[in-house]
């Protein structure tokens, strides 16, 4: 089936919570794992909530079984719900990111969240990194307006380590957007527009490329 192909040596996702770049972009680390360097970057822990003590390292199983190895996974510190007042010390960190790692395609969340972290993310990381592609993810429990416009066809297995992925977060087993019919007709729909048996949607923040011939 045709449709264009796209390859980022180093690729980057970036979230403001645990379990925000696999409910995002789940499937798709799954696809490209081992395939290209992948670098998860997670802004905050939560673990000024003690209810949420066991969440970093159901994180870094997720990540693990997604394909991501625990040295390629930064889970950092800043306080939830207060980004807005860390403004310009996240976008050091973005630009520290870009130096280190160069990443060819960025991930972030969608313009169409309105989790005020998120906003945050976004915004930042659209001044941090210019020069690089920057594409939107869904975080279905904080969108309003989503609609993909880059879709990127994903298999069986892919689907199914992403259900594994979000299975690890104990913590969130019985919130709605964890379910595994939710996730998996997300999917199932997004592949529907782009007639794919499944695909993870983003939306196109920014788009840096050269016309091959």
């Known amino acids: 089936m045709g449709g264009m192909q796209f390859y980022g040596k180093k ?33 905050s822990d ?23 190895p625990r040295e390629r996974v930064d889970l950092l510190d800043f306080e939830t719900r207060r980004f807005q007042e860390h403004r310009q010390e996240i976008l050091e960190t973005m630009i520290s990111i870009l130096r280190a790692d160069d990443p060819d395609i960025v991930f972030v969340h969608t313009k169409s969240d309105v989790h005020q972290d998120h906003i945050v993310i976004t915004q930042e990381a659209l001044r941090a990194f210019r020069g690089r592609t920057v594409l939107g ?69 920014r788009i840096v490329a050269d016309f091959a011939e």
């Open 11 to 43: 690729v980057c996702f970036i979230g403001a919570h645990p379990d925000d770049i696999e409910i995002g972009c789940g499937a798709l680390i799954s696809r490209i794992a081992g395939k290209t360097d992948i670098r998860c970057v997670t802004f």
């Open 137 to 205: 993810f869904d975080v279905i429990r904080s969108s309003y307006g989503f609609f993909p416009d880059f879709l990127v066809g994903v298999e069986e297995e892919d689907v199914q380590k992403k259900l594994d992925a979000l299975a690890c977060y104990k913590t969130y087993a019985e919130k709605y957007y964890f379910s595994p019919d939710i996730t998996r007709a997300t999917l199932i729909r997004n592949g529907a527009i782009c007639e794919r048996p499944y695909a993870e949607g983003f939306d196109i923040l």
């Open 46 to 68: 939560n673990q000024k909530n003690p209810l949420l003590k066991n969440l970093v390292e159901e994180h870094y199983a997720s990540m693990q079984t997604l394909g991501v």
